[in-house]
């Protein structure tokens, strides 16, 4: 279990209880902790869990002039995800009609949310307002709602904020990086003003990497 737990922290997995059960469980032991978390400091870097527990990742143990280049990447990277992210987050609450975004462990049934898109004309625009978010949301038939459904659960798949529990079924449960999408939302709120264009492509300053 130590090994590949350590594999997987080390690629930039977030190891939750929908991802990884088994590996997020011995975790949560204090020996476990102690273990993994002794190898990542030989590495420069340190276990962390997420605000509300819900799930473990690898940070960066000290920032110096080599970590500060890959944390830019990082939040490069969260910058141009978060407007396509915060969308779907709003289309699946408000198809479900629920009072609150998702939270890790939730479930999103696939047959449900294409049927709330097909019938109701404000979330079928909603979905289309994805293929102006960027190339991994076009579609070649941008009236093929199955089409551009699909597309989005897969990007939100690949980011690692869905995994699937029944291909057959399809199926899908929030993982446990939601709840570190939400903490580097409202950092981003108190530090820079992510609603402005230009703050959204702008890098961040090094000191900001204290979040990882």
């Not at 690692?160 to 709120?189: C, M, P, S």
Request: proline share 4%; with cysteine.
């Amino acid at each position: 279990m130590f090994e590949q737990t350590a594999i997987r922290l080390l690629e930039g997995a977030f190891i939750c209880e929908s991802t990884a059960p088994e590996a997020f469980r011995w975790l949560n032991s204090e020996h476990a902790q102690a273990e993994v978390g002794e190898y990542l400091g030989k590495l420069g870097r340190k276990l962390t869990m997420t605000p509300n527990r819900l799930a473990y990742y690898a940070t960066w143990a000290r920032v110096g002039k080599g970590e500060q280049t890959e944390i830019k990447k990082v939040f490069a990277h969260i910058k141009q995800t978060i407007r396509p992210v915060m969308h779907f987050l709003s289309l699946c609450m408000e198809s479900g009609r629920q009072d609150s975004a998702p939270s890790p462990g939730d479930l999103l049934d696939y047959a449900t949310l294409l049927s709330q898109v097909t019938s109701n004309q404000h979330f079928g625009e909603m979905l289309r307002a994805f293929g102006t978010m960027g190339k991994e949301f076009a579609v070649s038939d941008a009236s093929t709602m199955n089409g551009m459904l699909n597309k989005v659960i897969v990007q939100m798949e690949r980011w690692g904020y869905l995994i699937a529990v029944n291909r057959e079924h399809e199926t899908y449960r929030f993982t446990g990086k939601l709840d570190y999408y939400y903490q580097v939302i409202d950092f981003l709120l108190e530090n820079e003003p992510i609603t402005d264009s230009a703050a959204l492509n702008q890098e961040p300053e090094p000191d900001q990497g204290r979040l990882l």
